[in-house]
């Protein structure tokens, strides 16, 4: 049974920075993308930053130079460092993982598993 378990969000002030992680568990993740979503209220999700097997990255225009998204494969553990954070950051955010071969523009179709999600809230 796949399990995506995110944590670390919270609310912090413009300019601060927070890191989220997602434990991963019953697979072996080692061999998969990976990428991190967002969804604020009223608005579509989106895809923030994605991760492949050999550690290569993407990321959304929005938070290139921002956020980085890495992963210990020790520890299971997919994390989202974010710097520089904006009110325009607000939203909950998501790991996914099981991905399309298009996955690498991270449109959310292209994962089919997900966390529940943790909220960071910038003001």
């Known amino acids: 049974h796949v399990q995506l378990v995110e944590s670390g969000g919270g609310s912090v002030q413009a300019g601060g920075s927070l890191r989220l992680s997602c434990v991963v568990s019953?697979?072996?993740?080692?061999?998969?993308?990976m990428a991190w979503f967002r969804q604020a209220p009223a608005k579509e999700r989106e895809g923030v930053a994605g991760?492949?097997?050999?550690?290569?990255?993407t990321y959304a225009h929005s938070v290139r130079g921002r956020f980085v998204i890495s992963k210990d494969n020790a520890k299971n553990t997919l994390y989202l460092q974010m710097s520089s954070l904006k009110p325009e950051d607000t939203a909950m955010y998501y790991c996914?993982?099981?991905?399309?071969?298009?996955?690498?523009?991270?449109?959310?179709?292209?994962?089919?598993?997900w966390g529940q999600g943790t909220q960071v809230t910038v003001s």
């Open positions: 991760i492949d097997w050999d550690g290569s990255t």
């Open positions: 019953g697979f072996n993740y080692k061999s998969y993308c």
């Open positions: 996914a993982t099981d991905c399309a071969p298009s996955w690498w523009l991270l449109p959310p179709v292209a994962f089919d598993t």
